[in-house]
Structures are given as structure tokens and as C-alpha cells.
């Protein structure tokens, strides 16, 4: 689909939304999109963050309905099934040598790049809510060395004020790297750390070897009662020694994922979620299924795919460990699951074009 046909679309749609056509990009960072017109992200008429081809389409009335009224078909699996993740204690994790990507759960990963250590969406204390089926591979006393911290949005799973103050606190020299908004969030719960936010297909201004642009996700944010969609939501593409790494950050399937390929080029290990989709009337328009997601993988032209947002916290209907028996039926080319706290070794490749 060419880039006209996709404004043209983008531009019908917002105009239903009646959506405020001021620009969002942060000046100080440079913009890679090749619409010279692109604004980086759009609002709808109360200044709200939207989606780039369409609304957030849930609601509180959609969540009491799902909660209260609505009964779980698989209940009786779901209780039935005791599987855990594989799990590796990892207490070298903070003094890995080599390039590597390790899952620590949920969409918490530590890629370390270059002698750098970089944390996604890092979540390892529970509270009311959260509550951990698999432990972290280490011991979080031995937290250190932390160069950067990747939230990809504001929502509780991804962006723990208890984790966040505690590697700020063992990490002042840690940077943050987010969304347009986040900065006032997270702000008081950091010591110097510096905070950098993005708007769509902006890259971040590091004095690295790597690269790492914020890109567009279908999702949504939301900590409170009267802030949704206030702060803006992503994921992150990251280059280094000619490969590139995609995370996701949450999103449902919809064009952003083809739209990514043709900006940033095809990555070669794609961080992608799979759970969190039942029911399917409700999550749809926030999380991505198994099947839906090896469909955006294919459109990305991925070379590696490594599935996350299962098996580690419960937030929703289907078995925890069901999204990975449905990738194992579908068998994707690429397809890398990980256990928590395994390293995946990086390999430097020149990436496709």
C-alpha cells in the first residue's frame, strides 16, 4: 500500500474523529518519517491521543460488562492448567559480556548491546493487581548498571512506579526513553536520571553505537480515573552493528505494523505480544492474538520471533500458557521462544534491505 494511499486513509479517518491537527514531535529529536508533513502522533478534540487508523474503542461500561457479567468459557481449562514458563536463574544477568536478549517476564526484557545494558518496560515488584506466576530470574538486590529504561507506555504492567524509583534510585545515571507526556508521570519517582520522550518515528539523541526510534502501536494509556489517553503509547525499534531489534511495547494488529517495515526497514528479532486477548470482543482492540501477530511478524519481514505478554502475570480469559501452544501449531519461520532469564545470543548480520 503506498504512502498517499495510507494519508489519504489516515486523513479520512481523523476528520470523522475531528482531530486536532496541532503537530507533536519533539524538536529536539529527529524525525525519520518521510512525509515531511508527518506530526507525529494525533489528537482527537479534547487534546487525547488517538490511534493513527483508528480509536481506542473500549470503555469502562465495556470493562464492567467483561468483569461482571460475562463468564469465562475456559474457566475450567484455565484453573485445570498448572504449566509454568521455563525459567533459568540468571544471577550473572547485570554482568553479561555478551550481546544477548533475556526475558524477565511479561514485556521485561534486558537487551545488552555494546557493553550497555537497556531495560524494557521493567516490572518486578506485584501489588493489588499484579501478581507474578513466575519468578525474576535474579535477585533484585543485585540490580546495577543500568543505561537505559525503555517504557513503551503508562499502563501498570509496563510501568511500575515501584520498579522505576528502585533502579532509579541503584541507576541515577540510567536514562529513560518514552513517549510524548510520560516525562511528568514518572518524573518524581526518578533521581538524575535523564528523560527523553518521542513522538511517533522520532529517534532518541544518544552518544551510542545504537540506534532507538519510538514507532506507533494500536493501544491506549491510562493510570487514573480522568487521564486516559493522555499520555502517548508505542514500541521501540533499535539498530546496532547493522541489525535491527524490534519491541513492541502492547498493541492490537492493524496497518502500523507494514507501515514500520517500509520506514525503519525489516528487524531481525521481533519482541512481540501474544497474550492478553480474551476475550477477543473486549482485548481486540488493544492486545494482538497469536495468530495476528505472526501475521504482523510476516508484514514486518522479521527474521526472528520472540513472543512476550504471556505465562507471567493473569489479565485475562484464555489458559497462560495457551498463546504459546497456539504459536507452536502455527509454527511461524523465525519463531524463538524464550524461557525466563535465557539469554538469546546475538548474531551481527548485514539486516535486509
Given at each position: ?56 474503542k473500549t ?94 507506555h503508562d ?120 497474550g492478553a ?77
Open positions: 500500500m503506498s504512502f498517499l494511499f495510507k494519508q489519504i486513509r489516515i486523513t479520512s479517518t481523523l476528520l470523522k474523529m475531528t482531530v486536532d491537527q496541532a503537530v507533536f514531535l519533539n524538536p529536539e529529536l529527529e524525525t525519520i518519517h518521510p512525509d515531511p508533513e508527518w506530526k507525529g502522533a494525533f489528537t482527537d478534540g479534547r487534546g487525547r491521543f488517538v490511534n493513527q487508523y483508528g480509536p481506542f470503555n469502562y461500561k465495556m470493562l464492567l460488562q467483561w468483569q461482571l457479567f460475562s463468564d469465562n468459557p475456559q474457566k475450567k481449562q484455565k484453573d485445570e492448567d498448572n504449566r509454568k514458563l521455563p525459567f533459568v536463574e540468571n544471577p550473572d544477568i547485570f554482568s553479561l559480556k555478551r550481546d544477548a536478549i533475556i526475558w524477565l517476564g511479561h514485556a521485561s526484557f534486558l537487551i545488552r548491546l555494546g557493553g550497555k545494558t537497556l531495560l524494557t518496560d521493567p516490572v518486578f515488584f506485584e501489588n493489588i493487581v499484579l501478581k507474578r506466576h513466575i519468578p525474576l530470574p535474579f535477585d533484585i538486590n543485585d540490580l546495577s548498571g543500568v543505561d537505559y529504561i525503555l517504557l513503551s499502563h501498570r504492567d509496563h510501568c511500575d512506579q515501584k520498579t522505576i524509583r528502585f533502579i532509579a534510585e541503584r541507576c541515577p545515571q540510567a536514562q529513560v526513553l518514552t513517549g510524548l507526556r510520560i516525562k511528568d508521570l514518572i518524573q518524581p519517582w526518578l533521581s538524575e536520571n535523564n528523560v527523553q520522550e518521542a513522538a511517533w518515528y522520532q529517534k532518541y539523541r544518544l552518544e551510542e553505537e545504537f540506534e532507538i526510534t519510538y514507532v506507533p502501536a494500536r493501544h491506549w494509556g491510562k493510570r487514573g480515573l480522568f487521564d486516559e489517553r493522555k499520555r502517548l503509547w508505542g514500541g521501540f525499534m533499535i539498530r546496532y552493528q547493522g541489525q535491527q531489534i524490534y519491541f513492541m511495547g502492547d498493541s492490537a494488529y492493524d496497518s502500523h505494523f507494514a507501515d514500520i517495515r517500509e520506514i525503519c526497514g525489516t528487524p531481525d528479532y521481533c519482541i512481540m505480544g501474544v486477548y480474551k476475550p477477543e470482543w473486549f482485548m481486540k482492540y488493544s492486545h494482538i492474538n497469536p495468530t495476528d501477530a505472526v501475521r504482523a511478524f510476516e508484514e514486518l519481514g522479521g527474521r526472528y520471533f520472540i513472543p512476550m505478554h504471556y505465562g507471567t502475570f493473569d489479565l485475562s480469559d484464555e489458559p497462560l500458557l495457551e498463546p504459546l501452544d497456539i504459536l507452536k501449531k502455527l509454527k511461524p519461520e523465525g519463531l524463538r521462544t524464550l524461557g525466563i532469564g535465557e539469554p538469546r545470543l546475538l548474531r551481527y548480520q548485514t539486516v535486509s534491505p
